[in-house]
């Protein structure tokens, strides 16, 4: 192909190509995504979202507080994780992120197409947990669908944020060090992402309340609540857009400049 050919070829072009690329992956490897990413919710969503509440350890009324927070970690899961573990091979023994490089593209859309395509799988699991929790926990009072345009927005903007945190996490752990990400960082994120209370119970522990402020995925699981269990406490639906947007540019910015370092060091 002669250089004229090459220079005519459309950024855009060679975007979709790569991105295409990915979704032909990702179907081919769908049964395997959607266990390693939705599993463990729904499993937790069997424990405490049915089986406790029937034998009557927890209300039933914490079904209603819980399903938010299970679709959050859902689409936290799969964004982070199909950035983040492709990342850490590409950059590790398989050096596929070579080839990406030549592509007549700047890096900075190389990086864009990792994060969009990790957003877009982050979608894809929670649309695809929500009808499955829903089914094993039965009829849930509180549960509300008349705010789609807030359920998307949070969706969308919570899988932006967390996927360009994978971005950001796998061009800095090697790949020995990939159990740690799940030990010192998601774990304590899931525990502490009021992804199984509100935000407002913290309230009596008022440090602790703050402090989880830095997680991202509080803002998930308090937007969807907003938006799905609106008649239970939640975060302000304009806070928690406002700090996923700002969350999605920080880790972005970050995530680019370590991609740059480990892509040309």
């Known amino acids: 192909m002669t250089a004229t050919a090459v220079a005519r ?42 089986l406790l509440p029937k034998m009557g350890f927890v209300s ?27 990342m850490v091979a590409d950059f590790g023994f398989t050096n596929e992120i070579e080839d990406r490089l030549l592509a007549p593209v700047s890096d900075k859309l190389v990086a864009l197409e990792k994060v969009v395509s990790g957003a877009l799988q982050g979608v894809l699991s929670a649309v695809f947990v929500l009808p499955m929790a829903r089914l094993i ?13 807030e ?16 971005l950001l996490l796998g061009t800095v752990i090697q790949g020995q060090q990939i159990g740690l990400m799940f030990s010192i960082i998601v774990a304590p994120m899931i525990m502490f992402g009021c992804a199984y209370y509100p935000w407002t119970g913290l309230n009596a522990v008022p440090a602790l309340k703050y402090a989880v402020l830095i997680n991202p995925l509080v ?8 938006a799905l269990t609106p008649a239970l406490p939640h975060m302000n639906m304009l806070a928690v857009i406002g700090a996923l947007a700002t969350l999605t540019v920080v880790f972005w910015y970050l995530g680019l400049g370590t991609f740059r370092r480990r892509a040309f060091s």
């Open 219 to 226: 803002y998930v699981s308090e937007g969807l609540r907003a």
């Open 60 to 86: 039933h009324d914490y079904t209603a507080a819980l399903l938010p927070g299970i679709l959050g970690i859902s689409l936290a899961f799969a964004s982070l994780q199909s950035v983040a573990l492709p």
């Open 137 to 149: 926990m039965g009829p849930i009072d509180a549960l509300a669908l008349s705010h789609p345009l």
């Open 151 to 166: 359920v998307l927005a949070v969706t969308i903007l919570g899988s932006a944020s967390f996927s360009a945190l994978g």
């Open 9 to 50: 070829v459309s950024p855009l072009k060679v975007f979709g190509a790569l991105l295409e690329r990915d979704f032909r992956v990702a179907r081919r490897q769908l049964p395997y995504f959607l266990v390693r990413t939705t599993l463990q919710p729904l499993l937790f969503v069997i424990v405490f979202g049915s």
